[in-house]
């Protein structure tokens, strides 16, 4: 468990460095941001995707960026000024990006 969120703290130091919308205080604050997104993902989330079943639905799952969007928006304000998220947008951004980088990390370090 410890790699897993090793591998995410790597991707979002690399998300960060990426996008300019996006700020990460440093190593341990964003081995913070992958614990605290792991568990809003492990208790928010299922809520969220149950109440959001019809507009996900409706929008053939597009509306499932928005979520991902919202998730990194709610890690940013818990973590503030530690890791901060400049809108909705950098928020989206940021939520696609890290689910390449935590895909590509695990292909890379054989992670299954």
């Known amino acids: 468990m410890f790699i897993t969120f090793l591998i995410s703290t790597i991707a979002v ?10 700020y ?4 341990l604050w964003a081995f913070l941001v992958a614990v605290v997104m792991g568990l ?3 208790v928010v989330r299922p809520v969220v995707d149950f109440l959001s079943l019809p507009a996900n639905i409706l929008s053939l799952g597009l509306f499932t960026f928005v979520i991902d969007a919202l998730m990194v928006m709610l890690a ?30 695990n292909i890379l370090f054989h992670k299954k």
């Open 76 to 105: 940013g304000w818990i973590l503030k000024p530690h890791f901060i998220v400049d809108g909705f947008w950098w928020a989206l951004l940021f939520s696609i990006i890290l689910g390449l980088l935590v895909s590509l990390l």
């Open 40 to 42: 809003i993902n492990l």
């Open 24 to 27: 990460v205080d440093g190593f």
């Open 13 to 22: 130091l690399l998300a960060a460095y990426l996008l300019p919308g996006i």
